[in-house]
């Protein structure tokens, strides 16, 4: 199938038109016309490269909503016209002890990404959703619950996933106390989903300007991570903390703010982080963790609780034409607090030749 798409080419260009081939279906195949991606910083990274990893051309983009155009003849979960959507895996073995738990993410032979990856069969390049059309296995498109708005529904695949499954983990719930470190694309849907979960939930942040906006997204406090004092008294009060800061920072300061047994996981830096003290771990016996994402069974469990309790992130629709300044916009953190891409702005008359 010949489709549509911005690409980046090199590290230091803009992502321009380009046109590619998606493989024909086989038969577990679906065939998804993309009407909605979700921006997210991954795609800003891999686009310049800054995790070293990136082979050009690649079309980025793994929070995508769409609507199934066609299916391979042993497709039995998904049909045409249905609304469906994907995020940052499209494959993995299904045969480990991971994957028969649900927990795909943790495949042991690695699960496939959307981009960035390379397909499990042929070893061709996955390309992502700034692109016209997308060919994935059924097992990894998830259905779009009805009364789930499709132009927002994208940054659930990612921001919500990555937030939500934590959260699971560590059983959040009614009377939860919640902590979440960083208010950006991540950290508002943590706000939102731990809000939604019944939890009690604090905002920690560096000063006090987000304290309006972490009040209107459902915090119940907020937290200066500078006012000494302030976090001194906060001490043994949170069962979970959910950390989306995206750069290397320090651990140590949030680590007393957790009751025993309470967890820190980290889900915004992927890297190094500043040298810990293992004080307030080793006397609280408290712990730090990491978790990437969530299972499928899992993102449509987190789909349809956003349907049943009207969970949506906050996002700024854009056209494809303007992904270059969204990128430029996305590296200043001047965005409220996610963009999408309106995909019907994408048309053939962009299209340039592989």
Known sequence: METYAYAATAADKPLTPFSFERRSLRGNDVAIEILYCGVCHSDLHTARNDWSWTNYPIVVGHEIVGKVISVGPDVTRHKVGDHVAVG???????????????????????????????????????????????????????HVPAGLDLAKAGPLLCAGATTYSPMRTWNVGPGSRVGVIGMGGLGHMAIKLAVALGARVTVLSRSASKQSDASELGAD???????????????????????????????????????????????????????????PLLLGRRRIAGSAIAGIAQTQEMLDFCARMNVLPEVEMIRIDQINEAFERLERSDVRYRFVIDMSTLTESHSVSA
């Open 88 to 142: 940052t895996m499209v494959d993995s073995c299904q045969h480990c002890d991971q994957c028969h738990k649900g927990e795909e993410q943790l495949c042991r032979d690695g699960n496939t990404q959307t981009f960035a990856g390379a397909d499990r069969i042929t070893g061709e390049p996955t390309m992502g959703g700034y692109a016209k059309h997308i060919v994935v296995r059924e097992e990894f498109v998830l």
């Open 221 to 279: 406090h907020f937290l200066i991570s500078g006012d000494v004092p302030a976090m001194e008294k906060a001490a043994s009060s949170f069962d979970l903390i959910i950390d989306t800061v995206p750069t290397k920072h320090d651990l140590t300061p949030y680590l007393p703010l957790l009751d025993v047994d309470g967890t820190l996981c980290v889900v915004g830096q992927i890297g190094p982080l500043d040298e810990l003290n293992s004080l």
